[in-house]
């Protein structure tokens, strides 16, 4: 049977069955799936996986489909990957303005957490006073071709537009804790998934989704996920890192695919200098790689 995952709480599984529509209680089979150590969990919400029933409402799960998409972070507890939402077409990165604070490295970060997937950027919370930065950082986001929309669950803005952008597709939430994405998915789908305060004192989220979720009515499908209040792109080959930046991965160098972190011959310096490449997201990039340093294997590092 293949099964659709639509919820995980510590390694179970809520499992909708593509053969049959019924929803079972689903664990991973022995030890088959655990081979790759270096994840966090071997299945994520969004996942296709295969396996069998054991019961009316329970099923093993012995393996999953290659990924068409996923959303994946590192997690510093851990030291490992975790991949948070697969197979999504569309990765919603919910930012606000000031409640909490709106980060664009932040942003650069979870945009070159998530492969395969077409990125939306939202500024949520449209109804509360926005810091002057916020439009002209907006629009450099935009000038890159990343599509952004302005919502608020307050006052209704954007909602309907955000709504046709969702329709017919899957769509993963991510960011801060705190930024309102579960209000804004029960703005959309009349659910009731839990929200929250944000802590005043800390002026940040608490945390109050505590796993993944997929939520689906008949044309819009969407993966809740619990916010962050970091986000730490993965372990994963830095030539991923330098395709989710739109500004870098066509800039051709002396040499061929140059990483543009300091080799001979790099004309990205030139063009920070120039404003042509804006500076910040240069310098984002530029961290993203040494962090990425920090976590490989010691015999793979300052290779180039
Ligand atoms: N001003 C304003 N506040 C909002 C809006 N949407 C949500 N909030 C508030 O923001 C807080 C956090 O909302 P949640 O929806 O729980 O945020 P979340 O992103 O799901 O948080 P986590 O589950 O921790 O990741 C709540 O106090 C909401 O009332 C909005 O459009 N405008
Ligand atoms: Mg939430
Ligand atoms: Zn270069």
Redesign the pocket.
């Known amino acids: 049977m293949r099964f659709q995952i639509r919820r995980s709480i510590n390694n179970i599984y809520q499992a909708y069955s593509l053969d049959d529509g019924k929803l079972y209680t689903a664990r991973i089979k022995g030890k088959v799936m655990r081979k790759d150590e270096a994840e966090y969990s071997p299945v994520a919400v969004g996942d296709i996986a295969f396996g069998e029933p054991y019961s009316e409402s329970e099923a093993l799960i012995s393996g999953i489909e290659e990924r068409k998409s996923y959303f994946r972070r590192w997690n510093t507890k851990r030291d490992l990957n975790q991949t948070i939402a697969a197979n999504q077409d569309m990765t919603a990165i919910?930012a606000?303005p000031s409640?909490p604070p709106f980060r664009p490295r932040f942003l650069d970060r979870a945009i070159a957490s998530s492969h395969g997937a077409d990125i939306l950027l939202i500024l949520?919370?449209?109804?509360?006073e926005i810091p002057e930065y916020i439009p002209g950082c907006i629009s450099l986001y935009e000038s890159l071709g990343f599509s952004v929309i302005r919502?608020?669950?307050?006052?209704g803005?954007g909602i309907a537009e955000l709504r046709d952008m969702l329709r017919g597709r899957v769509t993963a939430?991510v960011?801060?804790?705190?930024?309102?994405?579960?209000?804004?998915?029960?703005?959309i789908m009349g659910t009731e998934?839990?929200?929250?305060?944000?802590s005043y004192k800390y002026n940040r989220?608490?945390?109050?989704?505590?796993h993944a979720l997929f939520i689906s009515s008949d044309d819009i499908s969407i993966i809740?996920?619990?916010?962050?209040r970091e986000i730490e792109v993965p372990f994963e080959d830095p030539v991923l890192v330098k395709e989710s930046f739109p500004e870098l991965r066509s800039v051709r160098c002396q040499y061929d695919g140059c990483l543009h972190h300091g080799e001979d011959g790099c004309a990205v310096p030139g063009l920070v200098e120039s404003g042509e490449i804006d500076e910040g997201r240069y310098d984002s990039y530029l961290r993203i790689l040494s962090s990425l340093e920090e976590r490989k294997p010691f015999f793979m590092r300052n290779r180039k």
């Open positions: 919910v606000s409640s949520n919370k449209a109804d509360d919502t608020s669950s307050r006052t803005e939430f960011g801060q804790s705190g930024v309102g994405k579960s209000t804004l998915i029960n703005t998934l839990r929200t929250g305060e944000v989220g608490r945390h109050t989704t505590n809740d996920t619990p916010g962050v």
